[in-house]
């Protein structure tokens, strides 16, 4: 019978401690407890951020991991909404110069120095297209969406972003729209209107993906990719549920996770481009969540219910490899 050098060409190493920064595929024997082991993919886990200052839920947000913003949203299930805005650094929220339009339910994408917050939810007018650019430094009102709209889902940069699908008075949204940077234009619509979808959030206009959301008659598992001029339905994901948050850089790899299914969900469903596979759950389960972060492997989710308003942040991040002991079984 063959062996592993004869195999692999060379020995297995032997160490007095597992190396730190292990590659997939690696092995090694460890003398000091005496065990075989080896470096398997990466495992995802949710490890606690932030709070923010402001307890809120149907937050806009946008940005990366350890640059993120969420503006407006709401305090309570009763309330308008807030015009508050914060910043995360990777480290701690910090309050900054609020929207001029307090709101709940908006959408938003862009960074930290360059966001878009567009349309929402007021008890007067109850439905927005009210659209706020920001710089860096302050908001400033600009041109409308051209449909009334609750949030749907939302992503891009703040010169190139979309919205797709939301909700208008009694109507579930199939319209996407595309922003320029200066209006909007209503392009191709979706195959499903549904309101508060996650989303792709950092991933170009020609490609996303829009999954989950509410529709008619309630919450929805339906996924479908956007590639520039039209949309085409995907893997639906495992559990169905609104009120969602996500995180992505493209339509082949997505993040989804917390929601409403109905009940509190903490669940946490990875795309890679096929389908869909639950992994690591939130430590709290929480609907009406906001969502950013630059790919699958590293996210947040911030704010939402659970029931009740709540600041906490959680960041998500897969490592290159885990380490794994080999065993008999």
Same mark, same amino acid.
């Given at each position: 019978?063959?062996?592993?050098?004869?195999?692999?060409?060379?020995?297995?190493?032997?160490?007095?401690?597992?190396?730190?920064?292990?590659?997939?595929?690696?092995?090694? +024997?460890?003398?000091?407890?005496?065990?075989?082991?080896?470096?398997?993919?990466? /495992?995802?886990?949710?490890?606690?951020?932030?709070?923010?200052?402001?307890?809120?839920?149907?937050?806009?947000?946008?940005?990366?991991?350890?640059?993120?913003?969420?503006?407006?949203?709401?305090?309570?299930?009763?309330?308008?909404?807030?015009?508050?805005?914060?910043?995360?650094?990777?480290?701690?929220?910090?309050?900054?110069?609020?929207?001029?339009?307090?709101?709940?339910?908006?959408?938003?994408?862009?960074?930290?120095?360059?966001?878009? /917050?567009?349309?929402?939810?007021?008890?007067?007018?109850?439905?927005?297209?009210? %659209?706020?650019?920001?710089?860096?430094?302050?908001?400033?009102? /600009?041109?409308?969406?051209?449909?009334?709209?609750?949030?749907?889902?939302?992503?891009?940069?703040?010169?190139?972003?979309?919205?797709?699908?939301?909700?208008?008075?009694? %109507?579930?949204?199939?319209?996407?729209?595309?922003?320029?940077?200066?209006?909007?234009?209503?392009?191709?619509?979706?195959?499903?209107?549904?309101?508060?979808?996650?989303?792709?959030?950092?991933?170009?206009?020609?490609?996303?993906?829009?999954?989950?959301?509410?529709?008619?008659?309630?919450?929805?598992?339906?996924?479908?990719?956007?590639?520039?001029?039209?949309?085409?339905?995907?893997?639906?994901?495992?559990?169905?549920?609104?009120?969602?948050?996500?995180?992505?850089?493209?339509?082949?790899?997505?993040?989804?996770?917390?929601?409403?299914?109905?009940?509190?969900?903490?669940?946490?469903? /990875?795309?890679?481009? %096929?389908?869909?596979?639950?992994?690591?759950?939130?430590?709290?389960?929480?609907?009406?969540?906001?969502?950013?972060?630059?790919?699958?492997?590293?996210?947040?989710?911030?704010?939402? +219910?659970?029931?009740?308003?709540?600041?906490?942040?959680?960041?998500?991040?897969?490592?290159?490899?885990?380490?794994?002991?080999?065993?008999?079984?």
């Amino acid at each position: 019978m063959a062996d592993y050098k004869g195999i692999k060409g060379f020995t297995i190493p032997s160490v007095s401690s597992d190396p730190d920064n292990p590659i997939q595929g690696q092995i090694w +024997y460890n003398s000091t407890s005496a065990t075989l082991k080896g470096a398997l993919p990466g /495992v995802g886990t949710w490890a606690a951020g932030g709070t923010m200052n402001t307890a809120r839920g149907y937050g806009a947000g946008g940005g990366t991991q350890t640059a993120s913003f969420v503006a407006t949203g709401g305090l309570g299930p009763a309330t308008a909404g807030t015009d508050v805005h914060e910043q995360y650094n990777g480290t701690s929220w910090t309050e900054t110069t609020n929207v001029n339009t307090a709101r709940s339910y908006a959408g938003g994408f862009g960074t930290t120095t360059a966001g878009i /917050v567009c349309g929402g939810y007021q008890t007067s007018p109850p439905t927005l297209a009210i %659209t706020e650019s920001w710089n860096g430094t302050s908001w400033t009102e /600009v041109n409308d969406m051209n449909t009334v709209t609750q949030t749907g889902g939302l992503g891009g940069t703040s010169m190139a972003g979309f919205s797709a699908g939301g909700y208008s008075p009694a %109507t579930y949204d199939d319209k996407m729209e595309l922003w320029n940077g200066t209006s909007w234009t209503e392009t191709a619509d979706m195959n499903t209107g549904k309101f508060y979808s996650g989303s792709s959030n950092k991933a170009p206009q020609s490609a996303t993906i829009v999954f989950g959301g509410i529709a008619d008659p309630g919450m929805t598992a339906t996924a479908e990719t956007w590639d520039g001029s039209a949309w085409a339905e995907v893997g639906d994901l495992n559990d169905s549920r609104g009120e969602l948050g996500g995180a992505g850089a493209t339509q082949t790899s997505a993040i989804a996770f917390g929601g409403e299914a109905p009940g509190n969900s903490a669940k946490t469903e /990875v795309w890679n481009g %096929t389908s869909w596979t639950e992994i690591a759950d939130l430590s709290t389960a929480r609907d009406v969540v906001t969502g950013s972060g630059a790919s699958s492997a590293s996210a947040l989710c911030s704010g939402g +219910y659970d029931p009740s308003a709540t600041g906490a942040t959680e960041e998500w991040n897969v490592p290159d490899s885990t380490t794994a002991t080999v065993t008999t079984s």
